[in-house]
């Protein structure tokens, strides 16, 4: 298992965002990651997304299902291989 960190940014549509917010945050519930951390950024730009995932392939796939990527509501994301 490797841990990935999913850092994004969000388009400066308030109303897109609020939109798709919950649709995001059931989303990553519904993984029942245990090593999931995440939260928003302070001033609400984004947020970052730390995870466990046996490889590259399943990190990118749990990214790329989000609601967030799947409604274009970030204007730009990575994904990134952490080492802890």
Avoid: C
């Avoid at 590259?56 to 204007?75: G, H, N, W």
């Amino acid at each position: 298992m490797s841990t990935y960190v999913f850092i994004y940014f969000m388009v400066d549509d308030v109303e897109t965002v609020k939109r798709h917010l919950g649709a995001h945050v059931k989303y990553w519930k519904s993984l029942k990651l245990d090593s999931l951390r995440n939260g928003p950024f302070t001033d609400k730009s984004g947020g970052l997304i730390m995870f466990n995932a046996a490889s590259p392939q399943i990190a990118r796939e749990r990214i790329e299902l989000d609601p967030f990527v799947t409604e274009k509501v970030l204007k730009e994301y990575w994904l990134k291989e952490w080492v802890s």
